[in-house]
């Protein structure tokens, strides 16, 4: 029997709550290369990262899913409160995965630019829903404007 393994080690607590998060999903494929282009930024992301995650999630088919029709490989930072260093990494760890296609994690810091409509393909099918089902924009926010809506 497998036992699955603990997420975080015991009598060992990452984060409190304060802290900033990111993360970029890129198709499996690309892993190795991907760990690889981030390991020459190791020296910055150490200063600031309290921890870093792995995961990987099958394709799916949600039009706004990081995993939409291509199995994904995930990488996740749990960085230290300081927004503006945190700002100052996320610049050349997107550039390091670029080559990649990344799709940030939605909910999770990142910096632009993004050409979502290319990383998204039903991105115009979503907008055009949004658009029926929301006809007065109730729903829309600066981010949402920024990132999904446009």
């Known amino acids: 029997m497998v036992r699955p393994a603990a997420h975080f080690l015991l009598g060992y607590n990452p984060s409190m709550g304060a802290e900033i998060q990111s993360e970029y999903l ?62 100052s990494v996320l610049r050349p760890i997107q550039a390091a995965l670029a080559p990649y296609e990344p799709r940030p994690h939605w909910a999770k810091v990142f910096s632009g630019p993004f050409d979502f409509s290319r990383l998204y393909p039903r991105l115009t099918d979503f907008r055009t829903l949004a658009n029926k089902y929301d006809p007065d924009q109730s729903f829309r926010t600066p981010y949402l404007v920024r990132t999904v809506l446009g």
């Open 26 to 87: 890129l198709d499996r494929r690309h892993a190795a290369r991907a760990i690889g282009a981030l390991r020459e930024l190791g020296p910055q992301i150490a200063q600031l990262a309290q921890s870093c995650e792995i995961r990987t999630m099958a394709a799916d088919e949600l039009w706004l899913s990081p995993a939409y029709q291509r199995p994904t490989f995930g990488i996740h930072f749990t960085w230290r409160p300081d927004a503006t260093a945190v700002a």
